[in-house]
């Protein structure tokens, strides 16, 4: 009898590593596809004075898109509150787009640059979510 409380034991173990494993995959995923759009929008302005660009405005609306499918899948995995701010960035890149503000343009992709790098720092698994 006692040997079944031990694989009860183990089997919820390995679910709880499972999940968390599972979460640290979603999450990391999804902030590195954003920090290389990032990347990708930096590139598109490295050489350009003005954001009246159709090229632009698509990478900010695939941006845009892919970021609330994927806030949609992470807020039953992660307080929502601490990734809200993601979202708030990308709303500003719209309206900085609307009145061609480059330097607030550049700031705000920075900031969320810096939300997707320090979120992956402490969004990851460990041993404190599985216990």
């Given at each position: 009898?006692?040997f079944?409380?031990?694989?009860?034991?183990?089997?919820?173990?390995?679910?709880?590593?499972?999940?968390?494993?599972?979460?640290e995959?979603?999450?990391?995923?999804?902030?590195?596809?954003?920090?290389?759009r990032?990347?990708?929008i930096?590139?598109?302005?490295?050489?350009r004075?003005?954001?009246?660009?159709?090229e632009?405005?698509?990478?900010?609306?695939?941006?845009?898109?892919?970021?609330?499918?994927?806030?949609?899948?992470?807020?039953?995995?992660?307080?929502?509150?601490?990734?809200?701010e993601?979202?708030?960035?990308?709303?500003?890149?719209?309206?900085?787009i609307?009145?061609?503000?480059?330097?607030?343009f550049?700031?705000?992709?920075?900031?969320i640059?810096?939300?997707?790098?320090?979120?992956?720092?402490?969004?990851?698994?460990?041993?404190?979510?599985?216990?």
């Amino acid at each position: 009898m006692k040997f079944f409380h031990y694989v009860n034991f183990v089997i919820i173990v390995i679910l709880l590593i499972a999940i968390c494993v599972i979460e640290e995959v979603i999450v990391s995923s999804s902030l590195k596809q954003v920090q290389t759009r990032c990347y990708e929008i930096e590139m598109l302005l490295a050489d350009r004075n003005d954001l009246l660009n159709m090229e632009i405005t698509l990478q900010i609306d695939n941006l845009e898109y892919s970021w609330k499918k994927d806030e949609t899948a992470m807020c039953f995995l992660v307080n929502h509150k601490n990734i809200q701010e993601i979202g708030q960035e990308i709303a500003k890149l719209k309206l900085y787009i609307a009145s061609n503000d480059i330097d607030a343009f550049r700031v705000s992709l920075e900031e969320i640059k810096f939300y997707c790098h320090s979120y992956l720092h402490f969004m990851g698994a460990n041993l404190h979510n599985v216990l």
